[in-house]
């Protein structure tokens, strides 16, 4: 994937909507253009990113220590390995990531920070991803680990079969492993309003984006047990402020889950 400043590239657009510096004018206009049909596009992504904090600090307050974030995106404030060090110095992050753009960012990241592995790789071969050399010579997969898949899935069509993807993760990791899950439901809004925001992300970096249905969604996380409070609204996932939950905005087009291998 070559950088092409002339099309709106994932990373950046989320990084504008989490109101981030490294974004283009190209971004910034796709976002725009979401949020005109989308209104709650920008709030629920920043409720996505909380859910993302919230949960690795839980996973890392129950003793894992090994995290692996999938589709991580550009590097921001309250990154994962920030979060869970509050809980465990001592905790392992790895990055992963196929965009040159994400890659280029994280990697001076980590070079300031010495703390954590980024690899450039693809999700959809993840046994080629498990077996790279800097995962296999960070995390051990013989000991629990968290496996971090937060809006990333919506963006993974059918044709890529992302069910049979999640399984070969789901059956790498060892028993007493994390699934971490955030995906979209299908029916945004209005017909209209909806394919007016399927066209921004054809002509973005990942190339389209589409909601599932409910079971679908549950069905990613196999015979894995979901824990409290189950697969909910991004914002009522054990929420830091319980009068935020249904908070005027946040429609549930967002759904999020934490599930434990047993």
């Not at 394919?195 to 389209?208: A, H, I, L, P």
Request: aromatic share 6%.
């Amino acid at each position: 994937m070559a950088f092409d400043p002339k099309t709106p590239n994932l990373a950046r657009m989320y990084d504008y909507m989490l109101g981030g510096k490294d974004n283009l004018a190209v971004d910034r206009e796709a976002v725009d253009r979401i949020a005109e049909h989308i209104p709650a596009a920008i709030p629920l992504a920043r409720a996505n990113r909380a859910f993302l904090q919230r949960s690795v600090r839980h996973l890392a307050a129950a003793g894992v220590r090994q995290f692996l974030d999938l589709g991580s995106g550009l590097p921001t404030g309250g990154n994962v390995h920030e979060v869970v060090r509050e809980v465990s110095p001592d905790a392992k992050v790895v990055y992963v990531d196929h965009d040159p753009v994400v890659a280029t960012h994280a990697r001076a990241l980590l070079e300031e920070e010495g703390k954590v592995v980024f690899v450039q790789a693809d999700l959809l071969r993840p046994a080629e991803l498990l077996a790279m050399p800097e995962v296999t010579g960070f995390l051990d997969l013989n000991q629990p680990v968290a496996v971090l898949l937060v809006s990333i899935l919506h963006f993974v069509q059918d044709a890529d079969d992302p069910a049979s993807m999640v399984k070969v993760l789901r059956d790498a990791v060892a028993p007493g492993s994390y699934l971490v899950l955030t995906h979209a439901v299908e029916g945004l809004g209005q017909e209209r309003d909806e394919e007016n925001v399927r066209d921004v992300y054809r002509g973005s970096s990942t190339g389209g984006a589409q909601g599932r249905e409910l079971a679908e969604i549950r069905a990613f996380f196999g015979d894995f047990e979901l824990i409290e409070p189950g697969l909910v609204h991004v914002c009522e996932w054990r929420p830091d402020h319980p009068d935020l939950i249904g908070e005027e905005g946040l429609p549930g087009y967002l759904m999020a889950g934490v599930a434990r291998k047993g």
